[in-house]
């Protein structure tokens, strides 16, 4: 993966976000949002849907269906976070956000994960994440108002997963928070996301 940084190399927090080619393009306006001192690595996923995915399934949307490679991209991630007098926090947004969930349950690296409107309706997540313990103690969830109204049937279950998945964490004794964002999927990602390092980072 191509990596581009961001902030104070020395900063003491260090944030990790999977990222596009169109996060790319708004993660300078990311940056400039985000309140504390900070040194952002920002790594770009070769293919979104093979890469970010836990395990393989079918296609959701289109006919490109998920990989299931998100193991190797994590031994990747963890590769840039080794420096032992810095906090690490995950996070992004879209499938990179549920990515930062999944590995919040394979290493106790990160300090917090920052899920913006993460893919939460992939196919298996919330029972996989009631059957494994999370390794962070905190955990911040957004998503838009309008994401689950949607014709496509899966991703219509965003709003009642996220809302469960919030519910679980709680009950769990993680500190968490559920936000809610005007619009669809595809509005202010660059916003969503420094709001989300925002809340972890407070």
Known sequence: MNSFVFGKPDAST???QLVDDHDLETLENEVKLIDKEFFLIALKVE????DLSPWKAEPVFGKVGFGGEAEKTLAEVLGYCNDPSKSYYIGGYSLAGLFA?????QTDIFSGVAAASPSIWFPG???YAECHEILTDKVYLSLGDREEK???PIMATVGDKIRNYHSFLERNGIKTILEWNEGNHFKDADIRTAKAFNWVLA
């Open 125 to 127: 997540f919330d029972t």
């Open 47 to 50: 293919d979104w849907n093979r």
């Open 150 to 152: 949607t014709r496509n």
């Open 101 to 105: 969930l999944w590995a919040s349950y």
């Open 14 to 16: 260090a944030l990790i």
